[in-house]
């Protein structure tokens, strides 16, 4: 498989989908951090991750940030389209993309990518249209068990580790 972009939804894959809301109206999510390791195999692998999310908020801009994310889409209704613009962007084609989601709106994008997975807690109109069922569920690292998975199969995930730990070497 010749993949060469990975792109995420957030809500209901890096999050539980749930939104926490304060009497004072902040926001809150929570990220579950081993979904960080998935990212950080992508880098060693020079693959990139792109988030495409149809929420705009300075938490996920944050979280993206923290781990170095250099392609961030916020706010986007036609993820279709921004997938496709990047794949110009990145020279790439869009059966060159994984794509893991979790409702209605990424489906048209799980459709047209060349690997497409759902976690664990997706409705099965979603889950009978992607080509992996992730067995973890959203927020609690379906990103990275999506990255893994990928890895493995295409026996990459020993090389991912092998760099991580050359690098972390180097370090002391």
């Known amino acids: 498989m010749d993949i060469r972009l990975f792109i995420t939804d957030i809500d209901g894959v890096w999050t539980d989908g749930g939104m926490y809301y ?3 109206g902040n926001e809150w999510k929570k990220f579950n951090t081993s979904d960080s390791a998935g990212v950080l ?3 060693l692998l020079n693959i990139p991750t792109a988030i495409i ?3 705009d908020t300075a938490i996920v801009k944050r979280r993206a940030d923290k781990l170095g994310i250099s392609y961030l889409y916020m706010g986007i209704q036609d993820k279709v389209k ?3 613009e990047l794949c110009k962007k990145l020279e790439i084609q869009l059966n060159q993309v994984a794509y893991i989601g979790d409702d209605i709106n990424d489906l048209l994008l799980l459709q047209e990518v060349g690997l497409s997975a759902a976690p664990a807690n997706a409705p099965v109109y979603i889950q009978r249209e992607v080509d992996w069922q992730i067995p973890v569920k959203g927020g609690d690292g379906a ?11 295409e026996q990459l995930l020993d090389k991912a580790l092998q760099l991580y730990l050359q690098k972390r070497s180097f370090k002391q």
């Open 22 to 24: 304060d009497q004072t």
């Open 41 to 43: 195999f992508l880098k």
């Open 53 to 55: 999310t149809g929420e």
């Open 82 to 84: 921004i997938a496709h």
């Open 143 to 153: 990103f990275r068990a999506f990255v893994e998975l990928f890895l493995e199969k």
